[in-house]
């Protein structure tokens, strides 16, 4: 397994469009990429400009196939005036 968690923090005023946007992305990856497992999209109430992400692939092929996908990069393209800040992280299985 392949775990990637983004922790994003978008302008204030531009988090109504990207809420939509982003779930397209995760509904997306999920039905159309075989290696995709898992894509949360979360928020807290607390912090209305945070998003964080939780998504699991089958292995690093895989996140690599999904950062190549077209709906990504026209995601990525569609949103990118939206983002103050991203940190993105991975992490390797080791054991289970």
Do not use: W
């Amino acid at each position: 397994m392949y775990a990637v968690v983004v922790t994003f923090e978008i302008r204030e005023d531009r988090i109504g469009a990207f809420m939509p946007a982003m779930l397209r992305n995760a509904q997306t990856s999920l039905a159309e990429e075989p290696g995709c497992l898992r894509f949360d999209v979360c928020t807290d109430p607390a912090r209305p400009t945070e998003v964080f992400l939780y998504e699991l692939y089958t292995d690093l092929a895989a996140f690599e196939a999904h950062l190549a996908s077209d709906h990504f990069a026209a995601f990525d393209a569609h949103v990118a005036d939206m983002i103050g800040t991203k940190d993105i992280r991975t992490y390797a299985e080791v054991a289970s």
